[in-house]
Each structure stands twice: as structure tokens, then as C-alpha cells.
């Protein structure tokens, strides 16, 4: 590939995050701060008794005991978990691009790229959100010849086939228009959307000729997607356009997702001269693929969907790039391939990079971040400092991988790319016949006895299985590279309701902890091959789960003490007052700060806190039950899709900030629980408090009395959801009884 003079300085520049050094003194206070806490639980067993507390048997001494070496061991995880949290904070870099450059070295002598769009269920993904993100990616700005984009659809569905097909006729106005006007974004749904900020629209500018065109590409596009959305809405496709393509006749019998033959259609075939768009452009592959289902055969959920996906492609295209995205998540970006291409090209630093990974953004977030979905924190600080250490997480959605490394390559100082590499079409073969070569690539008897989901691939057996692919990519010595460029690469479709995004963490926090406690441990598997940081890192998701116990501890048990007058914290006016204020404080303030620095607004950062507390007692703890279970041969995987629709009301109240909570589960009767619990003791609690044990009381229930109300606080749209909202969004009746009940419980416990 082209001159590889180095004349002109290199494609990318790395660049050290100001300010670290204050970083670095105060983390170190902070490190001060719990070690005098631990030395002070260390050394300080005994309980103190302030006025109308229990009588005090010693029966109930060893119970309150036992209350303060529990509370011991929550810190010392919670200490030992900010530990592993600063590997991430040490030293973030950002990563930007020279894509001028890029052209004046490679000018149109660039690799080929795979694009593999993933979508699973035509109802929990529509059919027109999937294809609007397949247009996006068709629309890259990049010769056109040199993509080939992949839709592997799980679901089986002749209503996603008829989509694609759909959007193959709609692209070949699409892709003119976008290169005539440079618009942006180039998913058609989202340029068109009424939500986003008004388009400029054509930014040509010349006037009436212009808004004629924008006008005719939007109606050609919302016509597109009516047909599509009208017969998901029926169940069946229009019968006259069965005629238009062969593919149709794969549904001639009645096909379920969980059993069917493969289907790979290529739907343009961009080695065809006479595949051209209404400009006469050359227009890029469209392959759609849905791989072979049989009851009696795993089928390994996203993770076989890809690895059928790399094996199809490798007899269409067979190119050296691979970028794969989640079916709602659609090119912001037009710029983005060339963007990954200055890091995998760079003649100095581009050899050992494996993939590059970009940030997961939504479109649909607001304000507010009612449910904390927003990742800005992880996307803004802990990538960037993962990429310090050796480089981010492959997180499924918005990465290019070399091709090489996704079939198992180690790195190796000689490995020298084929960037011209691309398939070899058999002499005068036919599409058909190609099809027919690549349908027993995506059988479900191709991987048995091999080493594909193993060694060659993504790894199954994983709910996360993007992250365990990666990590053993990067332990064969590959780095990757974060890339968070000021407009977005990637844009997807967040949770909207409180359900939906715990069912996400749960899956999550579920997977990461797998790894942690498999033999794919970051510190066991990574030992001498990935830095510590890089370890600690990987361990700040792997230990999410396990946050879970500390935390409902840490809710529960110092307000039920308040209650109970039971004092677990040093009095006011000890000088061991001072770390206890000290962590607390700083922990919260920095968080703060960090979140407003990442462009959060306040109401998004106190959104956030609530979640955190919420996931941690919920999607976590269930996430590290399942785990165990798993681990010990009870129940098998499973990868719970998460909806991109809801209806009306909900959006409506998604867009108003109303939380949605609308179906009674195990997991509202715990949120339920931890609110009203809090609330209870705090009442009880100032109500003794200022009747009975006096001033010297409030000296040695302080920290209690605001932790129990800063739990209250961040607790209030529960109660309103409790008791004061009238909606279908609110916690059911069934939920607060339950939770009541709960509560009378737990302060009747004896115990303390
Ligand atoms: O059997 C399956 C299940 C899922 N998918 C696809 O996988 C993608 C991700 O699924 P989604 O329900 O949107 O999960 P998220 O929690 O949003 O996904 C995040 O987390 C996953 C791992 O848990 C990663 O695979 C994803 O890339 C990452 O975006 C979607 O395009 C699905 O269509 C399949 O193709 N086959
Ligand atoms: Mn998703």
C-alpha cells in the first residue's frame, strides 16, 4: 500500500491529561483518610451506648458488635474497591487524528471494510431503526467499492429481510444525497427526526433547488419507513414484492427464529458494474445474513451471530478491517472509518494496534440522565485512562478490529498486514453461487470440533462477550486505542425505563463478574502480559457485582441502628470524626466535580448517585446470585435483548424525567424496601433524638442522621412513585405492601 514515507509526521497524536499532579495529591489524602478509617474499626470493637438504647444484654452486645465488624468489612471493600478505581484516574490520555494526512499518503489506495450490523428481534428492534443504521454505514465517507456491510439478523424474519431490501432500493438516493450535501448524521431516521436539533438542512445552500431535493429524500424516507413499520405491524410483507427479489422464497415455508436453515442473501453486490446508485456510483455490498437455528444446537447469542458473520464475510469480502455495531447504533460520524484507518495505518505506532474503540453514546438521553444511562463518566475518564495502560475494553458496539485478530492472531514484531487482501471471486462465478459457498459457513454444525468461540473468534459462554474477547486479545499482545472525537462516532438507543436498565447491569455486572472469577481473571490471565493498571481496570467492572453486598449493608444497617440508638461511627468531637467527614465528603464533592467537568449538569450527577445505589442493591445483587448459580452448574447463560421501543405513555413520561417503574418485580420491592426503610428510621430516629436522649446524643448520631438522610433524599421520586403518583408509571400497590411488610420486619429484628 502506498509510500510509506514518514515525511509528514505521524497520523496520530497522544495527549497527557492536565492537572494530574493535584489529582495525585489528593488521591493520596484520600488513601490517608481510609486508612485511619480501617485502623479506627481496627481498634475501636466496642459499642457505645447513648441514652434510651436497648437494655443491653450481652447477648444484644455481641449482636451490636457484630453490626460494627460488618460495617468494618463494607469499608474495607468499599476502601479497597477506590483503590482499584484510581488506575483508571492516573493518567488518561486522548487520542486525535490527522486524516488530511491519511489522504495525502494512502490517497484512494485504502484497505477494505467489513461492517457487521447485529440485530436479533423485529420487535424489540423495529425494522426501520435497523436499517436506518445500515444506511449510516453504507453513507460512510469512503469508496464505496471498498465496503461491504453485513446484516446478521437472529431473529430470522422475512419483516427484517423485507426491510433491508427496502432500504437497498431507498440507498440509492440516500447515499447521492449525502455526499451532495455532506449531511450528518447519515442514518435517515435520525437526520430527518423531528426531536434533533433542526437540520441545516443541505448545507449547500442553494436555495430552492436544494430544499426540493430535501424535501422529495424525506418523503421517499418516511414512505420507506411506513411500508416497513406497517407490515411489522401486520406480521406479513406485501405480497407483490416477493416477485422483486429470490430472497423472498426463503420463507416459502413457515420459519421460526429458533429453527431454520441458513439464509445468506447478497443483496447488492458491489463487484457488479451495473450496481450503481441514481448518480451512477459505484454502491457498496449488502449481504443480509441469517445464520442456521436448530433447537439442538447453542447458538451462542451475539457473539455466534459475529463469529458467522466473520466467516461469510471472509468468502464475500474478506476484508483486513472489521467494524461491527448493535442495530441501533448508528454512524454519527461520516469520517470515522478514515479516523480508525490513521491509527491501524501509522508506519511507527500502528503495528501492534488491534482494534480501536469508540465511546457508546445515545441520542435519546436527556438532561437529566433520569436513569443514569449516560456512561459520560466511564466515557469521558475511565476509557481514556484504560487506554494509558494498554487500552480500553472492547465493549461490542462501535470497533474496529483488525480481521487477523478476531481469527486468533498472537502479535508478533514481524506480522506484516495485507491491507490490499480482499476475496477472490471464483472465475465467472455467480452471486447465487457465492451464496451457496458461504450458506455452510453459517451452519450450526460448522464450529463443532474446532476452535471457533475458543481460540478463533468471539468467546462464548460469556453474557459480555465483547469484554472477554477483548481482554484476550489484548493478552496476545495486541493494544487497542480509545477514540472519543468531538462529534460522536456512534449513536444508539439507551433504556428508558427503570426495568430495562436494570435487566442491562444486571447482564453486565453478571458477565464481568464471570470473568473475574474464571480462569479469565484479569490478574490471573493478564499476569505478565498486560500492565497492572490495565488489570485493576479490567477488575473495576469484573468487581461491579459484588458492590452489591457492602452496599445494602451500608443502606440498612446504620439507619436500623439510629433506630434502635445504637451509635456506629466515632461521636463529633473525636478527632476520628475527622477521616469518616473527610472521605465521605471528598468522595462526593470530587464525583461532582468530575461528572460537571464531563459536561453532566447537576440534576444528572444527583440522577446518577440514585442509580448507582439503586443498581448496586438490585441488578448487581441478583447479577452475582445468577453468577454463582451459574458457576455452579444450576442454570445456564442467557442474554436478555434490551427493548429500543416503548409506548406512547412511557416515552411521554420518559421525556418529562417520570420515572417508570409500572410492573411489580423483586427488584421494585427491594428499591422499595431500602426507601421506605430509611425513611422510617430516620423519623424514629430525630423523633428520639430530640425527645429522649438529648444534645450529647446528636454528638454521637451525626454521621448516621446524614447518611440516613441523604438515603431519604436521594430516595424521593420513590416515595412519590410510592404514594403520590396516579400514572401507570408508579410502583404498583402489591410492590408497597410487600415492602411495608419487609420493613415492620426488619424493625422488629431483635438482633440489635
Ligand atoms: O442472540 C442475540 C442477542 C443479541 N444480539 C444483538 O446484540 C446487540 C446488543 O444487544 P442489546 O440488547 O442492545 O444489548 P446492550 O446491553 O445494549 O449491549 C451492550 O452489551 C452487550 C454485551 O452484554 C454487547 O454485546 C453490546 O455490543 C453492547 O452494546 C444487538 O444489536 C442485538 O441485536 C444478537 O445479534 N443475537
Ligand atoms: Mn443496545
Known amino acids: 500500500m502506498g509510500s510509506s514515507s514518514n515525511s509528514n509526521g505521524p497520523l496520530f497524536v497522544t495527549e497527557e491529561a492536565k492537572g494530574r499532579g493535584c489529582y495525585k495529591v489528593f488521591a493520596s489524602s484520600m488513601l490517608v483518610g481510609i486508612l485511619l478509617i480501617w485502623f479506627y474499626r481496627a481498634t475501636h470493637h466496642t459499642v457505645i451506648l447513648v441514652g434510651g438504647g436497648g437494655g443491653g444484654g450481652g447477648e444484644e452486645e455481641e449482636g451490636m458488635r457484630w453490626a460494627r465488624i460488618g460495617l468494618f468489612m463494607a469499608e474495607l471493600w468499599f476502601g479497597f474497591y477506590w483503590i482499584l478505581t484510581q488506575s483508571v484516574r492516573w493518567n488518561p490520555i486522548r487520542r486525535s487524528t490527522s486524516k488530511d494526512k491519511l489522504a495525502q499518503r494512502y490517497g484512494s489506495d485504502m484497505p477494505g471494510v467489513d461492517i457487521f450490523v447485529c440485530t436479533a428481534d423485529p420487535h424489540a428492534e423495529p425494522p426501520s431503526l435497523v436499517v436506518s443504521t445500515v444506511l449510516s454505514v453504507m453513507a460512510y465517507d469512503y469508496p464505496p467499492e471498498k465496503l461491504n456491510v453485513y446484516l446478521s439478523d437472529d431473529g430470522g424474519s422475512v419483516l427484517t429481510f423485507y426491510a433491508l431490501w427496502e432500504a437497498a432500493r431507498f440507498a440509492k ?81 413457515s420459519i421460526s427464529p429458533k429453527d431454520h436453515h441458513p439464509i445468506v442473501q447478497i443483496m447488492i453486490d458491489g463487484k457488479d458494474a451495473n450496481a450503481v446508485d441514481n448518480t451512477a456510483v459505484r454502491l457498496p455490498t449488502l449481504v443480509y445474513m ?188 495486541w493494544k487497542s486505542i480509545y477514540f472519543n472525537p468531538p462529534r460522536k462516532g456512534f449513536l444508539g438507543v439507551a433504556p428508558t425505563t427503570m426495568a430495562q436498565t436494570l435487566l442491562q447491569h444486571k447482564r453486565w455486572s453478571e458477565g464481568n463478574l464471570q470473568i473475574f472469577l474464571s480462569k479469565h481473571c484479569p490478574f490471573l490471565l493478564g499476569h505478565g502480559k498486560i500492565r497492572l493498571g490495565l488489570q485493576m481496570g479490567y477488575s473495576i467492572y469484573g468487581l461491579w457485582g459484588p458492590n452489591s453486598f457492602p452496599t445494602l449493608y451500608y443502606v440498612a444497617v446504620p439507619s436500623l441502628a439510629l433506630l434502635r440508638g445504637i451509635s456506629l461511627f466515632p461521636k463529633v468531637t473525636s478527632l476520628w470524626f475527622i477521616p469518616f467527614t473527610y472521605v465521605m465528603v471528598a468522595r462526593h464533592i470530587y464525583s461532582l466535580v468530575e461528572a460537571l467537568r464531563c459536561g453532566c449538569t447537576f440534576n444528572g450527577w444527583w440522577n446518577g448517585q440514585r442509580m448507582w445505589m439503586i443498581r448496586r442493591v438490585t441488578s448487581y445483587l441478583y447479577g452475582t446470585i445468577d453468577t454463582v448459580v451459574k458457576m455452579l452448574g444450576l442454570s445456564k447463560m442467557a442474554f436478555a435483548i434490551t427493548t429500543k421501543v416503548s409506548d406512547e405513555d412511557a416515552s411521554k413520561r420518559y421525556e418529562q424525567d417520570v420515572m417508570e417503574f409500572g410492573y411489580s418485580s423483586p427488584m421494585l420491592v427491594i428499591i422499595s424496601t431500602v426507601a421506605l426503610l430509611n425513611i422510617v428510621c430516620l423519623v424514629g430516629g430525630l423523633f428520639r433524638l430530640v425527645l429522649g436522649w438529648g444534645v450529647a446524643a446528636w454528638d454521637a448520631y451525626l454521621i448516621q442522621v446524614i447518611l440516613c438522610g441523604m438515603i431519604v433524599a436521594i430516595n424521593m421520586p420513590i416515595y412519590d412513585a410510592l404514594f403520590f403518583r396516579k400514572d401507570k408509571g408508579n410502583i404498583p400497590p402489591s410492590v408497597t405492601f410487600t415492602s411495608l411488610a419487609f420493613v415492620l420486619l426488619l424493625c422488629a429484628i431483635p438482633l440489635m
Not at 365 to 392: A, F
Open 173 to 253: 438516493h440516500w447515499l447521492p444525497f449525502c455526499r451532495k450535501y455532506n449531511v450528518e448524521p447519515r442514518s435517515p431516521a435520525a437526520y430527518f427526526s423531528p426531536l434533533d436539533a433542526p437540520q441545516d438542512s443541505c448545507s449547500g445552500g442553494n436555495g430552492d433547488a436544494a430544499a426540493k431535493e430535501w424535501s422529495s429524500v424525506k418523503d421517499l424516507y418516511e414512505e420507506m419507513a411506513n411500508r416497513i413499520d406497517s407490515a411489522v405491524t401486520l406480521g406479513k410483507i406485501p405480497e407483490e414484492v416477493k416477485a422483486y427479489h429470490k430472497g423472498f422464497s426463503e420463507w416459502n415455508f
Open 290 to 477: 441469517a445464520r442456521e437455528k436448530r433447537p439442538r444446537y447453542h447458538h451462542n447469542f451475539k457473539a455466534g451471530a459475529m463469529n458467522a458473520l466473520i466467516r461469510v464475510s471472509s468468502v464475500v469480502s474478506n476484508s483486513p478491517i472489521i467494524l461491527n455495531v448493535d442495530c441501533d447504533m448508528y454512524s454519527n460520524n461520516s469520517e470515522s472509518i478514515k479516523d480508525a484507518l490513521c491509527f491501524f495505518l501509522d508506519e511507527e505506532r500502528g503495528q501492534n494496534i488491534g482494534y480501536v474503540q469508540y465511546p457508546q453514546n445515545y441520542n435519546n438521553i436527556t438532561q437529566s440522565d433520569l436513569y443514569g444511562n449516560s456512561l459520560t463518566v466511564i466515557n469521558e475518564v475511565e476509557l481514556p485512562g484504560l487506554d494509558y495502560w494498554g487500552g480500553p475494553l472492547y465493549i461490542g458496539t462501535g470497533c474496529f478490529h483488525r480481521r487477523e485478530i478476531l481469527c486468533g492472531r498472537r502479535y508478533s514484531r514481524d506480522y506484516k498486514e495485507d491491507w490490499r487482501r480482499g476475496a477472490q471471486r471464483q472465475a465467472g462465478e455467480s452471486v447465487e453461487k457465492l451464496e451457496e459457498r458461504a450458506k455452510p459457513l453459517a451452519t450450526c454444525t460448522y464450529e463443532l470440533n474446532t476452535q471457533w468461540g475458543n481460540e478463533i473468534g468471539l468467546k462464548y459462554g460469556c453474557a459480555v462477550e465483547d469484554v472477554i474477547t477483548g481482554l484476550l486479545i489484548q493478552c496476545r499482545g
